[in-house]
């Protein structure tokens, strides 16, 4: 017999929870650097939960992957070589490598459980790990980026965890100017940035932070993400050396590949700022 | 010495759950109607909860209330009577009094105690309630709208709680029909319709009723709301007799009222499509 509870998680500094109704624990485990559990639920298909936070569910996991990867895609002209910083589920490098100006995708993920877990338990997301454009690393990508070749990327995507922990590297002026030298110019940095509502100020030290590193254009793209904190996420897009106000409408409008919520309207549509966002960002 | 807990809604129907952290339940009541509870939050003002269901917080309201008014009053070219089917808390009424074409609102709400509940808990949100184009009425919806004048009628905004229980009789054909009648040409009807990701099914019933009510036109527009199941909400709108697909952009752009989230750009960006919806709905 299944035993129905929840899973939730109370999220401090917000003073909100979001849950999910779970069938069965099916794998907890301590890894080197983290706990991670996951989860059969009744409705959101399986849960990664990562030092108690909900990292993402099967049912709702591609309203931030194709986020975190299509309107950076779509903004540069012709992205060859893509780094993400973490993304160990494999979601974001699936999204990636759906675009085919792409040569080679590497994914610097610190923590190689979490990307064998996602093989088991998400296996749909890492339906591209095999592609041969795809280079998985499990290293540490502070270091990683502080070592890239200048002018060598076109966009970077940081798709970590929250900024405590490991991730707390993640998201200075130092890891910023890592990024702003490897990338060529018009290249892009995207991170996820967490909730417009409840993060602001985070929002707000991200944004100074890739300013002072050398990004001239910067743009927060807010857009609904059910399993984290508000149900309300966000990206940052920076930009070298070029502007981030248009992006390739007519090729979003005619790709080629099946996505679920990006198209270019949603694409036009995450680039309105709501007013207190617009006010809060002086845009 | 204040008691920190959690009032946690856990929704059913979509296995997942949102809470909030509460320092103290400051009202209980039974009306007639229903159950209503308010509790002091400690990160998102007050929240009124009515069967166990949160219908607002404070904090995060703004993002409803606009959404359901706004872009209804910027797309008719002129409304002078507006009534609010429910929107007991007032919120609506609010927004739609900002309007300086609005000659007369009516605010139909069948539990009077919501109301004074929102006299009480949620002052901010009752500030236009004594203007004299405001008229509170406690009654009950389907028959006003039954009873109505024909063509008498700008705008309809139904702000009601679930289609379950006492807002049942909002989510059909013969409502929808009394709606039609009593709105002119071009006027229009809005509706709270869930949201997009767990309540699609409802959201292509209530559309297939609209339109075999005579509306023309139907458009969805999701936006965020946390305190929803899923943390994204959307509105339905239908129209009589005329389209849908265009607003008055310079009109919402040179608004002379505050908003919080919505202005053109969110207002355009809400008429955005995501991908599953688009194809859901057929458009």
């Known amino acids: ?23 069965k624990l099916l794998h907890a485990e301590r890894s080197a650097y983290q706990s991670i559990e996951i989860y059969q639920t009744t409705d959101w298909g399986n849960l990664m939960v990562i030092d108690g936070c909900v990292m993402l569910t099967t049912r709702d ?13 779509f903004t540069h002209a012709h992205a060859r070589r ?45 339906e591209a790990n095999a592609d041969p454009r795809a280079e998985l690393r499990f290293d540490d990508g502070i270091k990683y980026m502080a070592d890239c070749a200048p002018e060598s990327l076109d966009v970077v995507i940081v798709d970590s965890t929250d900024p405590v922990g490991p991730a ?24 996820q940035s967490e909730s ?53 409408e007519r090729g979003a409008a005619a790709k080629r590949f099946p996505t679920r919520y990006y198209n270019a309207d949603t694409h036009r549509a995450a680039l309105a700022q709501p007013e207190f966002l617009r006010r809060a960002l002086g845009e």
Chains 1, 2 share one sequence.
């Open 82 to 126: 893509v780094v993400i910083i973490g993304g160990g589920d494999c979601g974001t490098l699936r999204e990636v490598l759906r675009h085919p100006e792409v040569e080679r995708a590497v994914q610097v993920e610190i923590d190689e459980r979490v990307t064998r877990l996602a093989e088991q338990y998400f296996p749909e997301l890492c």
């Open 196 to 248: 417009p509502l409840v993060h602001l100020d985070l929002i707000r030290s991200m944004r100074a932070a890739m300013k002072k590193s050398g990004f001239r254009s910067l743009r927060t793209l807010p857009f609904p993400q059910p399993c984290y904190p508000t149900g309300w996420w966000s990206c940052t897009m920076a930009r070298k050396g070029a502007e981030l106000t248009q992006f390739r």
């Open 1 to 23: 017999m299944s035993q129905i509870s929840w899973f939730t998680e109370a999220h401090q500094a917000s003073g909100s929870s979001i849950g999910f109704r779970v069938e």
């Open 61 to 73: 996991n591609f309203l931030y992957h194709e986020m975190m990867s299509h309107p950076a895609l």
């Open 168 to 191: 707390e590297g993640l998201f200075n002026t130092a890891f910023y100017a890592s990024c702003h030298r490897a990338l060529r110019a018009g290249g892009i940095l995207v991170q």
